[in-house]
């Protein structure tokens, strides 16, 4: 693909009936609400515009854009004016090249004439609107009272606003608030004093912006550039795909000046994004540059030793007759594998295929088991699917917004911008989280309802809500008798009715008022079109899967399931997390949940693969360390997961990996558990391979290649060596080829290929005869396994319980600017705003010990201790304690407890009764670890050739 | 922190208090049908073994359900 701009509109597409207009003698049809400029555009004739973009709303503040309209008096602002029926339009006279010439003198006469030099050349609509206009002198000279002089504003890392450059078009204080939502700019003074100011004055990098790229991207000059285009020059190709972070799938245009990236701008063709995007996917992609990533395959023999970089050929030779001799010694079943969330489906399928056909066995996990495995295990008991209900645009016709466990502003903001222009418009809100989060209170949105309950109470709370929509006959009958199993509702209503659940009755447990509970459930019930947004707030706990069932029952009971605005939505952490569920990476599950003792999904890949396959199910990966440590599990392939700085109780995962005889880690980076690692082979960006991704819609999309693999292959070809080493004759020579079996052994993705993916840009699964362009949104007229199932969730409290010895609750989370672990975000500006974790308490607890904002606290909890420095905040109600776990240093899972879900295994990190105390300086666990780690990155070189 | 056998005969445990607002015979019954679906070969063995170890202390709910594991399964007592 060459460069090109994305073509511009003008102004928003319209949905109305169709209108008939005539536009230079040509004649169009448009829909009702459309504008003058957009009607023009589609028919190719470009109307000069500075203020009007088409990702916003209309302004009329530049006057360029005048037309003339038989029948009508003056010159209306095209970008303003409506199309009518009949309407004859004119866009080019005299007339109108002259009053247009005016305006655009007037802008240029304060403005720099310094194109040649100026970092937009070539990209800048005022330079190109200059031209359309043909202005090629400036009668009022460029002596007069001028903003040349204004002084450029560098705080933020990623972007540069430069007032002499501004024309104070306002995209970007609109871009802010329509797009973004965040409201953190504005247009300070009036008239000629007019100019953009970040919050109150401030600079870009102290205001509220979240630093979402949205103004940048709105802005038609070079007064919001990004610096790596300040730096770099403009581009010269672009190529669409995928955003490698967050569950939310933006696509983005990768603009390339020849083999390096300038710059990712949002794709506003992208289905779930919409040319919008989040810090993170826009401008956070340097890691792929980073002096640290590692480009050598390393083998050591033993993990005290150093690492010694070898040949590809060597470390493939050397896993593949390290797994057979473990297996020779130990057996079959003691290796195994584990996909990563942040790889293609096409890799996650080929790492699952390597265990299942290689290894012989199904001990192959996902990272998902930490995260969304009780959502794949509950929406699959309730509804037959393991996935969400709709697609994100179905939040534009919600009229109530449940959202439980989720801090979408910060995990999933591109979503939470939409969601929140649902709510400027009216949609009520409810927000059940132990922490105020964000959302609660922003600008010109308000919960109607905010349920602070104690952390680990869900069921309890989801139960209370039920007592009340059965209780006071809230339930939609109709539906419930045509769409659900009625003996299981029969049941479940029963249950749930019992006075012991209403929320008079739980108060004491969840520490909400009965009568918060009791309004939130009725506005849920009665609010019109209700959908549930939930996070990992709901996942992981030990009643995880419990209370995605209970999530489920709500919606069916009150019948918010088939149609848009409802739905269950499950906001899926990694990018991929979807697609290696979908991709058979669960240990009791081949590709499309089918589970591996069904004897004809299992004959379908014998077939395919040309061996018997185990139809045992396999060890997830908490119990994959609890085989290692018992000495029956010796061998692991990690692909892309760094499980001894994510999953809980460090020291127990470290104990499993030092027990095993080989560790394989792929990565980018020398992550935390390559410290353990006996090979490391290098892995490859998302920008160095091709392949798809999920989203957490079910929305397949293409990832795409722009450069080559800095460490020579993409993690697909590196999994296909380690294959044919171990004899098994792969012969992928391109990623379309992975997807054409997983098209052919999986009834959901039939229909899926990378042309069709080419052709429409993204596909929803199902994809199939049924549904050959996929699947939107799911259970429309009946659900995936029939009948609707009730699931009753009885309330069984975790055993993580506070007392004396641990009086606080921790609850874990993530930010905006960092993503997990951090390997990636922690290697870019991103740590501008957020460079160390650090451990919230209430303003109360903080007194009781002592302890003053900023201080170093000990957190110790029964599994371990760590420390960090303390934030004061009243965001954590008191008793509750909060962090993030973004760095290796702090170590926030050397914490929590290996609780977990008692369906899935997902671990209780939302849960873990802890004490805060006053504290000097590193626990000894943090200094033995630190110093573990120092000497387990040593690299010696490779010997020269003779 | 537990050991690996405390923890196995923990799951049970905690996936039979999880079915038990069904009454005790169908939670043994879903609780069985659980382990057959997601437990490795490896963990059902373990589990038979804390069985017939008369040093090994199980919950009721944990014994009940392995029994049955055992019949179901076909396994060897
Ligand atoms: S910074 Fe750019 S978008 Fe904002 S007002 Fe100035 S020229 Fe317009
Ligand atoms: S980067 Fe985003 S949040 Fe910041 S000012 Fe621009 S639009 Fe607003
Ligand atoms: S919202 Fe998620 S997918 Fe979109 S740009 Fe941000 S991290 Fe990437
Ligand atoms: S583009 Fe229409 S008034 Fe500015």
């Known amino acids: 693909m060459t460069f090109t701009r994305e073509k511009d509109f003008g102004t928003p597409e319209a949905m109305g009936e169709a209108v008939s207009l005539t536009i230079d003698g040509q004649e169009i049809a448009v829909p009702a609400g459309t504008s003058i400029m957009r009607a023009a555009a589609m028919v190719e004739t470009d109307i000069p515009k500075l203020c009007a973009t088409d990702s916003l709303e209309s302004f009329g503040s530049c006057r360029l854009c005048l037309v003339e309209i038989e029948g009508r008096a003056g010159y209306p602002a095209s970008c303003t004016t409506p199309v009518a029926p009949g309407m004859v339009v004119h866009t080019e006279s005299e007339r109108l090249r002259k009053l247009r010439r005016g305006v655009m003198e007037l802008y240029i006469s304060d403005h720099p004439l310094d194109c040649l030099t100026c970092s937009a050349n070539g990209d800048c609509e005022l330079q190109d609107q200059a031209g359309a206009v043909g202005l090629r002198d400036v009668r009022f000279g460029y002596e007069g009272e001028n903003h040349l002089e204004g002084c450029k504003d560098e705080s933020n890392p990623y972007f540069t606003f430069d007032p002499a450059k501004c024309i104070v078009c306002s995209r970007c204080v609109r871009a802010c608030d329509e797009t973004q939502g965040t409201l953190a700019l504005t247009v300070d003074g009036r008239g000629f004093a007019s100019k953009i100011a970040a919050s109150q004055d401030e600079s870009f990098l102290s205001s509220e912006c979240v630093s979402c790229g949205a103004c940048v991207q709105a802005c038609p000059t070079s007064a919001l550039i990004e610096n790596t285009v300040i730096e770099k020059g403009t581009p010269d190709r672009s190529v669409v795909t995928t955003c490698a972070y967050c569950g939310v799938g933006c696509a983005f245009r990768a603009e390339m000046r020849g083999e390096e990236l300038v710059r990712m701008v949002p794709w506003k063709d992208g289905k779930a994004n919409h040319g919008h995007s989040c810090v993170k996917g826009r401008f956070a992609w340097g890691y792929a540059q980073h002096r640290d990533r590692v480009l050598n395959p390393m083998v050591r023999g033993a993990v005290d030793e150093p690492w010694r970089e070898v040949s590809w050929e060597e470390a493939i030779a050397h896993v593949a007759s390290e797994y057979r001799r473990i297996q020779k010694d130990y057996g079959t079943r003691a290796i195994g594998g584990i996909t990563s969330s942040r790889c293609t489906n096409e890799e996650t399928f080929l790492v699952q295929k390597l265990v299942r056909q290689g290894f012989g066995n199904n001990n192959v996990d996902t990272c998902a088991r930490v995260c969304h495995s009780p959502t794949g295990y509950g929406l699959k008991t309730t509804f037959g699917t393991s996935a969400g209900t709709q697609d994100f645009d179905s939040v534009q016709y919600a009229d109530v917004i449940l959202v439980i466990g989720a801090n979408p502003t910060d995990g999933h903001p591109v979503f939470a911008s939409l969601m929140k222009r649902r709510l400027r418009q009216g949609a009520k809100l409810i927000v059940v989280d132990p922490r105020r989060i964000d959302l609660v209170r922003s600008p010109h949105i308000e919960a109607s309802h905010h349920l602070p309950l104690r952390p680990g109470t869900n069921v309890a709370m989801l139960t209370a809500m039920a007592h009340v929509i059965v209780t006071e006959g809230l339930v939609d009958e109709a539906y419930v008798r045509e769409r659900c199993d009625t003996e299981a509702y029969a049941e479940w209503a029963e249950f749930v009715s019992d006075p012991a659940h209403s929320p008079e009755a739980i108060e004491e447990l969840t520490g909400v008022p009965a009568a918060d509970v009791r309004a939130a459930a009725r506005l849920y019930a009665t609010g019109g079109n209700a959908a549930i947004y939930y996070g990992l707030g709901v996942t992981e706990h030990s009643q995880g899967s419990s209370t995605v069932m209970a999530i489920a029952n709500l919606a069916m009971a009150t019948g918010n399931v088939g149609k848009e605005g409802t739905g269950v939505n499950p906001l899926r952490g990694q990018n991929n997390v979807q697609g290696a569920c979908d991709m058979g990476s669960f240990p009791h599950e081949f590709s499309g949940y089918r589970h591996v003792s069904d004897n004809a999904a299992r004959a379908q890949f014998e077939q395919d693969w040309g061996v018997a396959l185990d139809p045992e199910p396999g060890l997830r990966i908490p119990n994959m360390l609890d085989a290692a440590t018992d000495g029956t599990f010796k061998g692991i392939f990690i692909q892309g997961e760094d499980i001894l700085q994510s999953d809980p109780n460090t020291k127990h995962v470290a104990a499993g990996l030092a027990a095993m005889e080989c560790v394989v880690v792929q990565d980018l980076f020398l992550n935390e558990t390559a410290n353990y690692a006996h090979v490391f082979l290098p892995g490859s960006t998302f920008l160095e391979k091709d392949g798809t991704f999920t989203n957490a819609e079910r929305r397949i999309q293409r990832v795409r290649k722009v450069m080559e693999p800095r460490n020579g292959y993409g993690d697909w070809e590196v999994v296909q060596l380690v294959a044919n080493a171990m004899g098994l004759g792969w012969t992928y020579t391109h990623p379309s080829q992975i997807m054409d079996e997983i098209a052919r052994l999986t009834p959901t993705f039939a229909g899926v290929n990378y042309q069709m993916l080419d052709e429409r840009g993204s596909l929803q699964w199902p994809v199939n005869a049924a549904a050959p362009g996929g699947t939107p949104m799911m259970h429309i007229d009946h659900f995936v396994r029939g009948k609707g199932n009730f699931v009753v969730t009885d309330y069984v409290p975790t055993d993580e319980r506070t007392g004396p010895r641990f009086p606080l609750l921790l609850t874990t989370g993530r930010i905006l600017s960092q993503y997990n672990v951090g390997a990636q975000t922690r290697r870019t500006a991103n740590v501008n705003w957020h460079e160390e974790d650090r451990l919230e308490i209430h303003p109360h607890d903080a007194e009781n010990r002592g302890i003053r904002d900023g201080n170093w606290v000990s957190l110790r909890s029964r599994a371990g201790e760590t420390t960090l420095r303390a934030l004061i905040t009243d965001r954590v109600a008191p008793g509750v304690v909060y962090t993030t776990f973004h760095h290796p240093d702090t170590q926030a899972n050397v914490i929590t407890t290996d609780f977990s879900d008692w369906a899935t295994n997902c671990p209780e990190y939302k849960v873990t009764a802890v004490q805060v105390t006053p504290s000097n300086g590193p626990s000894d666990w943090q200094q033995s670890y630190r110093a573990q780690a120092e000497q387990s990155r040593r690299i010696e070189p490779a010997e020269p050739a003779e | ?77």
């Open chain 2, 1 to 77: 922190m537990m050991s690996n056998d405390e923890r196995l005969a923990y799951m049970a445990e905690q996936i039979y208090r999880n079915f038990a607002a069904q009454g005790r015979d169908m939670a043994i019954a879903s609780t069985v049908d659980h382990i057959v679906s997601f437990w490795d070969p490896r963990m059902k063995a373990q589990a038979f073994a804390m069985l017939d170890d008369p040093a090994v202390r199980l919950s009721d709910g944990a014994r009940a359900v392995f029994e049955k594991l055992r019949i179901e399964t076909g396994a060897v007592g």
